[in-house]
């Protein structure tokens, strides 16, 4: 039976995942179960979080200042994500839930807790702080403040699915197990990457137990390790504005542009870590370090026509200088005359056009193979998760059992670097508090006495 409490009933939801995710749809539904007393029903909120304290991942964000969103209205927002099983499925079920939460939506409930942000030229958005632990400590204030029981080192073993209704879970705390009956269960855990924060993908398997289906997940936001690669002394150098054109069997699959970095294995920097969702080990991709300013064909033809200008004006400079002198660093300079062969004193006048147009190739066209991503220790966020056919987004809500939801990471949604992923974690989180406290109300409607899963509780 259902367990009176001062004259209401007790409702029980388990969140599991006490990461971005899991503490916002804890504070907003906590706000929520005032109502719910309102209307007669008590709802014990209990957040289980497998590591001796929450928020881990959350606290590494941002190298530490939390990159909590970006300034652009959600339409800008939702041409940043990838994930679904067809072009657009993440955007279109992202929609709802920053439509919900938008930026000024999220960035001011914060603000109404005592956090002020700044807003960089590239549109990301930190606490003035710059210290990712005073997001974690607002929601962690929040939490407290609503009543939400918040249990730490504590591991869901298994979940079933009751056939009266609710949920029991199998959970181990401080190596005692014991289990936790309740009417609706939030499966927060986030995906595989940086697993040394508690990412170990638990939380895909409990929902493949239940009966969803998950699409690969793998590592996305990730460097490449480059096979053979040429540029490695090259370490550390910055491109504003590089772009990269990926393809199989003779087609072009992905043009990206973004800031480029070199380093000693390989790629990184926006444009690589946003456009690794899209690569596999093995393709060949074509770098270009000139701007393209959105017409890579373009930027080719303007390099060629600068560095033509500059052989013949200056027929007994350098090649090198011609090189430079026409946009690129003078390392790279350097670096590309030596791969296409020109020796170090070749002027202007000696060069041949195929040479020449190798130097072109080299700036525009830089052949790379790509021996490996980089894996689950360093990629920054993860891709693939559970299928969106299978989840409401307008509640979150599995569509195969009736009150389990799902918020964050473990999604089949991963965003562009720039405060994208956490963001799709606090809409989502959002959206998902919403809808949790909606079927409450619906289950206290149908049977408001009804032998309900959380009246049973051992814990």
């Known amino acids: 039976m259902d367990i009176p409490l001062n004259g209401a009933v007790e409702r029980r939801v388990l969140i599991v995942g006490a990461g971005p995710a899991g503490l916002y749809a804890a504070a907003r539904l906590g706000a929520l179960r005032l109502e719910a007393k309102e209307r007669g029903d008590a709802v014990r909120i209990i957040l289980l979080e497998r590591n001796p304290r929450p928020g881990r991942k959350l606290l590494v964000s941002g ?21 679904g099983e067809k072009t657009g499925a993440s955007a279109r079920f992202l929609k709802r839930a920053l439509h919900a939460l938008d930026t000024p939506a999220l960035l001011a ?40 029981e918040l249990r730490s080192g504590c591991r869901l073993l298994s979940l079933a699915h009751l056939a009266t209704g609710g949920f029991e879970a199998l959970i181990d705390e401080d190596g005692v197990e014991s289990t936790i009956r309740s009417d609706a269960v939030l499966i927060a855990t986030g995906g595989i990457t940086y697993p040394v924060t508690g990412s170990r993908g638990d939380g895909l398997e409990l929902a493949r137990d239940l009966g969803h289906s998950v699409v690969e997940a793998r590592p996305a936001l990730a460097a490449i390790f480059v096979k053979d690669w040429a540029l490695k002394n090259l370490s550390g150098l910055s491109f504003h504005s590089a772009a990269f054109v990926l393809r199989r069997e003779g087609k072009i699959l992905v043009e990206r542009e973004g800031d480029l970095l070199i380093t000693h294995e390989g790629l990184s920097g926006p444009l690589i870590l946003d456009g690794s969702r899209f690569l596999r080990a093995g393709d060949g991709i074509e770098l270009s370090f000139i701007p393209s300013e959105g017409a890579r064909s373009a930027a080719s033809q303007r390099f060629e026509e600068r560095l033509d200008e500059h052989i013949r004006n200056s027929a007994r400079g350098l090649v090198k200088g011609a090189l430079v002198a026409s946009g690129l660093p003078k390392s790279l300079a350097e670096a590309l005359r030596e791969l296409a062969g020109v020796p170090a004193e070749a002027t202007c006048a000696s060069l041949s056009r195929p040479a020449r147009r190798e130097l072109v190739r080299l700036a525009t066209a830089f052949p790379v193979r790509v021996q490996a991503l980089g894996g689950l220790d360093t990629a920054m966020v993860t891709a693939g998760g559970i299928s969106l056919a299978e989840v409401d987004p307008a509640t979150m809500e599995s569509r195969i059992v009736p009150g389990l939801y799902f918020a964050g990471e473990l999604l089949d949604i991963d965003g562009d670097t720039g405060g994208y992923n956490l963001h799709a974690a606090f809409a989502t989180g959002n959206l998902a508090a919403r809808g949790i406290s909606e079927y409450l109300s619906r289950i206290a409607e149908r049977s408001p006495t009804r032998d309900a899963g959380a009246g049973q509780a051992s814990s």
């Open 63 to 83: 190298s530490g200042r939390c990159n909590i969103a970006h300034d652009s209205p959600v339409d800008g927002l939702l041409k940043h994500y990838g994930g």
């Open 109 to 148: 409930w914060f603000e109404a807790r005592g956090l002020g942000f700044v807003t960089e030229a590239n549109g990301k958005i930190f606490p003035e702080s710059d210290r990712a632990a005073d997001v974690l400590k607002i929601l962690l204030a929040e939490i407290a403040t609503v009543k939400v």
